[in-house]
């Protein structure tokens, strides 16, 4: 079974920037497109950036602009920069196949707030 690893996430001010990083444990993101998902208290998960085969990039609206997901297929890896970061991007992020066809990792804490 496929499992995530999810790092990178932070304590970090409005405005300012993190990189997270998903290693997968086999190239399953060679067969499903990629994306990163994240979870606010009290809310249901969301997906917020998808990458498809060939790199077509898809994002929702309340992070386009802001952030960027990348892959290195050669080491099953998927990132996600953020860049002017928010406090309502305040989240547990996971990444996962889209659609959703592993189980979830443990997923990666990012904490916006001065």
């Known amino acids: 079974q496929v499992q995530f690893v999810e790092s990178g996430g932070d304590l970090v001010q409005p405005g300012g920037s993190l990189r997270l990083s998903c290693a997968a444990s086999g190239s399953i993101f060679s067969i499903y497109a990629a994306g990163w998902y994240r979870q606010a208290p009290g809310k249901q998960r969301e997906l917020v950036a998808t990458?498809?085969?060939?790199?077509?990039?898809n994002y929702a609206d309340s992070v386009k602009g802001r952030f960027t997901i990348s892959r290195d297929s050669a080491k099953n890896t998927v990132y996600l920069q953020m860049n002017n970061l928010k406090p309502e991007d305040t989240a547990i992020y996971y990444c996962?196949?889209?659609?959703?066809?592993?189980?979830w990792g443990q997923g990666t804490q990012v904490t916006v707030s001065s």
């Open positions: 990458i498809f085969h060939g790199g077509l990039t």
């Open positions: 996962n196949t889209v659609p959703v066809v592993r189980n």
